[in-house]
Nanobody
Framework: QAQLVESGGGLVQAGGSLQLSCAVS????????MGWFRQAPRKEREFVAAINWSGSRTRYADSVKGRFTISRDNARKTVYLQINSLKPEDTAVYYC????????????????????WGQGTQVTVSS
C-alpha cells in the first residue's frame, strides 16, 4: 500500500475556493487511478472525483460537477482537488485514495477498488 497525505483543507465562507493536495509515497503513482472521497458528519463516505492514471479521463459526482476539478502531477506524485463555489453542504472530511490496480479505466467508481487512503483533511464551509 501507498502512503497518502492530504493538505489544504480549512474554514471558508460559502462561495469561496480551496485547493486540496494529496502527496503519495511508497508505491508507484503514475500508473494508478486516484480518487477523492468525502464524509460529512453522520453520513456515509461518498465519492467526489476520480482521475485515471494519465490524467486524460476524469469522473465526478453529480453534486460537484462544474465546481470541482481533479488533476494530477505524476512527476510530483501529487493529486489535486480544486474546489470552487463552495456550499455549506460541502462540509466534510475529504480523503484521497489510490487504486489498487494498475491502469484501471475509471468507469464505475467502487470504493473497494481503492486500497490506500489518506488521513483526511477537514473542509468547513460557513453560510
Amino acid at each position: 500500500q501507498a502512503q497518502l497525505v492530504e493538505s489544504g483543507g480549512g474554514l471558508v465562507q460559502a462561495g469561496g475556493s480551496l485547493q486540496l493536495s494529496c502527496a503519495v509515497s511508497g508505491r508507484t503513482f503514475g500508473d494508478r487511478a486516484m480518487g477523492w472521497f468525502r464524509q460529512a458528519p453522520r453520513k456515509e463516505r461518498e465519492f467526489v472525483a476520480a482521475i485515471n492514471w494519465s490524467g486524460s479521463r476524469t469522473r465526478y459526482a453529480d453534486s460537484v460537477k462544474g465546481r470541482f476539478t481533479i488533476s494530477r502531477d505524476n512527476a510530483r506524485k501529487t493529486v489535486y482537488l480544486q474546489i470552487n463555489s463552495l456550499k455549506p453542504e460541502d462540509t466534510a472530511v475529504y480523503y484521497c485514495a489510490a487504486d489498487s490496480a494498475l491502469y484501471r479505466t475509471i468507469v464505475d467508481i467502487v470504493q473497494a477498488d481503492f486500497d490506500s487512503w489518506g488521513q483526511g483533511t477537514q473542509v468547513t464551509v460557513s453560510s
